[in-house]
Structure formats: C-alpha cells, structure tokens
C-alpha cells in the first residue's frame, strides 16, 4: 500500500530535475521532517509485522535515517553497509559492489561478519529505488551470511526505471510508500494506481 501522506508531500516538496533525478531533500534525505520520518518507520513497521525481522540493512548515508525510524518501531537494531573504494582496509567483511545511481560510479559495499549471520532475519530499508543496484547488492550482503531476507522497503520507488519490477520478479518482498510511474519538469509526477 502507498502512503498518501509522503504522495501529498513529494507532490507539494518534490523537485523533478534533469536526468530522471527528484529532489527531496528539503524534507527527506538532506533536511529531514522527523513527523514524517516517524510515520514512514510505522508504516514499514505494519506491512512486514508479524515477520520476525530482527535487523534492518541499509547503505550509507541518506538509507540511515529511515533504517533508524524503521528500527524503533520493530526495537531492533540497525546495520548499514559503508561504501569503500579500498577493500584493503577491510578486515573480517562481506563485500558486494553497488553502482551509484546519482553519480555513476562503482562502489565496494561492506559490513562486518560480526553483524550479519544465518540468525538473522533481514529487513532491507532505503530511500529511493531505481534500477535496484543498491538492493541487490544489500540483498547479496544477506545471501552472503547465510541470513533470511525478509522483505525490502523503499520510500519512493521510481516505478519507470524497472528495479522494482526486477526486484519483485525475484520473489523479494517489495514495500514502496510511493510509486511514481511518471514524472517531468514540466507536466509534473504521477503516481501508479495502488
Ligand atoms: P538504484 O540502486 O535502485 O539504481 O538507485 C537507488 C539509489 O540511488 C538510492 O540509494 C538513492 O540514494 C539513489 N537515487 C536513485 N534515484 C534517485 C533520485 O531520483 N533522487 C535521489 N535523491 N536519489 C536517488
């Protein structure tokens, strides 16, 4: 289900700019709405309740705030993977490697054995879906450690790109607040019909 609310908002707040980009960041991932990100945690919170996840996954930087309003709600912890250009420095790690959406660069990702293992039961939390790079690799960072993705939740899907469709194809449970199924400088963004 869709959450009128963050439509409403993206609508009001949203900025569609050149090269399939919308900026949210007056109330999302720069300067942050902490009602809004409250209710966005809840609403993840009652579409993966009863499942058992007891950690949520996220990548650095703009994933952390909706993982943590996420984690409050299900009282667990979260995880988020770092990106590195150097995987010398890394010790004891599962890597996988994300491309960039935004800048088109190829990022290691990575997270301690320390703190993802088979006893886990994964939530995978971020703020924009678009061709799904950074999902699949979070998601090849828990096949990795041998732990069971339970779901992913995504605060705005932009459903043209087709990550989503590919994600959801492999049998992921898909959670997107919001899906634009269009969007243009000029005629503006529409959403897909629930
Ligand atoms: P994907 O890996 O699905 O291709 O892209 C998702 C990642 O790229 C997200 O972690 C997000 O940070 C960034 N991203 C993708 N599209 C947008 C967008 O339209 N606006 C912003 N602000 N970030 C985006």
Redesign the pocket.
Known sequence: MQMKLLQDRILKDGQVKEG?????DSFL?HQIDIDLLGRIGEEFSRQFAGSGVNKILT?EA??IAIACATAVCFHCPILFAKKTKSLNIAGDVYTSK?E???HKTVNDIIVSKSFLGPEDRILII??????????LGLSDLVRQAGATLIGAGVVIE?GFQG?GDRIRSMGIDLCSLAIVESMDPVRGIVFRKD
Request: without cysteine; glycine residues 12%; proline residues 0%.
């Open positions: 399939n980009i919308l900026k949210v991932n990548i703009s994933g994300v960039s959406f935004t971020d703020d924009f879906l678009a061709n799904g790079k950074a999902i932009k990550g």
